[in-house]
């Protein structure tokens, strides 16, 4: 059974950094679409990134494009969103999803960036809170 672990989230000051990561068990990267997602107090889910299994596809949300990046490895079957320059407005929990491309489904994060239906996803992390406070 597939299984997604977020990890490294916690307390921040405005202007530091963080380092989530996001772990696969179950499955290979080589296989796996992974996005990351966030959702403050009172609001929606949202899109923060997404790569393609390839690795060769990584799209970023407007409000952190500049900010955060991605990078993967392989060997870990992890990957980490490196969060710098945080703001308040990041506060939220972060969540880590999969999405599985074997059986020729169609890569989301290429066709449908930061933008997807979040069903598209199939695998779930619990989620890790992020809060950017001085």
């Known amino acids: 059974q597939l299984q997604v672990v977020e990890s490294g989230g916690g307390l921040v000051q405005p202007g530091g950094s963080l380092r989530l990561s996001c772990a696969v068990s179950?499955?290979?990267?080589?296989?796996?679409?992974i996005g990351w997602f966030r959702q403050a107090p009172g609001k929606g889910r949202k899109t923060v990134s997404c790569i393609s299994n390839s690795g060769g596809t990584a799209v970023f949300a407007d409000s952190v494009k500049g900010r955060f990046t991605l990078s993967r490895d392989n060997a870990k079957n992890t990957v980490y969103l490196q969060m710098n320059s945080l703001k308040s407005e990041d506060t939220a929990v972060y969540y880590c999803?999969?999405?599985?491309?074997?059986?020729?489904?169609?890569?989301?994060?290429?066709?449908?960036?930061?933008?997807?239906?979040?069903?598209?996803?199939?695998?779930w992390g619990q989620g890790t809170q992020v809060t950017v406070s001085s």
């Open positions: 179950g499955s290979t990267l080589d296989y796996l679409v």
């Open positions: 999803a999969a999405r599985s491309t074997q059986n020729n489904r169609f890569d989301v994060c290429r066709m449908y960036g930061t933008d997807p239906d979040l069903k598209m996803y199939d695998y």
